[in-house]
């Protein structure tokens, strides 16, 4: 079994509502953590930032009663309005550094999205408290990716970096040890949670295939 001494949080759901196809989203997110997912992010890309605002406040609710850590997606404002207990943040949004010197996010969690390999020697690595590897593979979830890194691209930046490593794109449970065995601290999931007829059964399945 591998340690995650530097970010206990082997199993990742990034959720929205069109991801559920029409189950409602705050059970999946319920059923989701009683199968095992240990962090949560809000991530909803067409919502206005009021619709945004309140739908991270339920699921607030929620992560809260389970002392599950909730991320908000690119958005600070919404982060800082629901307390939430950090930020994921890509190329084309906030800047790590930037977030860091803002008294709320001093002391939050920054994840951000590593997608050329340049970025390992930056500023905004360098506070950040997980690299996404993102993606891994290909993935219909989010076309708009520029590497596919493979597990040999996640296997290169394991060497690399000291970071934990959050590996996201196209993992299920049939990948998930694999992706685990090239470097990855963590696995982040959309689909396959979302996507399930059973998400409290895929997130069991998947934490299974990751701590084994
Ligand atoms: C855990 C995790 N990894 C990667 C991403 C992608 O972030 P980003 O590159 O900013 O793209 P969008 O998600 O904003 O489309 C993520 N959200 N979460
Ligand atoms: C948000 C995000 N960032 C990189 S890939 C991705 C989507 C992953 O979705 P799935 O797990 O369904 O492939
Ligand atoms: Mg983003």
New binding site residues.
């Given amino acids: 079994m591998k340690l995650h001494s530097q970010f206990p949080y082997p199993l990742y759901l990034?959720i929205s509502e069109e991801?559920c196809r029409g189950k409602d989203m705050l059970k999946v997110t319920e059923q989701a953590i009683q199968g095992g997912v240990d962090i949560l992010q809000l991530?909803e890309k067409k919502l206005l930032e009021h619709l945004f605002l309140e739908r991270a406040q339920r699921l607030r609710e929620i992560t809260e009663k389970y002392s599950v850590p909730l991320i908000i997606n690119d958005n600070p404002k919404v982060a800082y309005q629901v307390n939430a207990a950090g930020i994921h943040v890509g190329n084309k949004d906030s800047r790590p550094a930037t977030l860091r010197q803002q008294p709320y996010f001093k002391e939050k969690l920054i994840g951000y999205?590593i997608e050329y390999l340049a970025q390992l020697d930056n500023a905004q690595t360098t506070v950040s408290d997980y690299l996404?590897i993102?993606?891994v593979f290909r993935?219909?979830?989010?076309r708009d990716?520029v590497t596919e890194w493979g597990l040999e691209g996640l296997a290169t930046i394991r060497e690399l970096t000291q970071k934990p490593l959050v590996a996201?794109?196209?993992?299920h449970a049939i990948n998930a040890g694999a992706v685990i065995q090239a470097g990855a601290n963590c696995i982040?999931?959309?689909?396959?949670i979302c996507?399930a007829d059973n998400p409290k059964k895929a997130a069991y399945e998947l934490k299974n295939e990751i701590v084994k």
């Fill in positions: 990034v991801a991530r999205s996404a993102s993606p993935t219909d979830t989010k990716t996201i794109g196209n993992i982040a999931v959309v689909s396959a996507g």
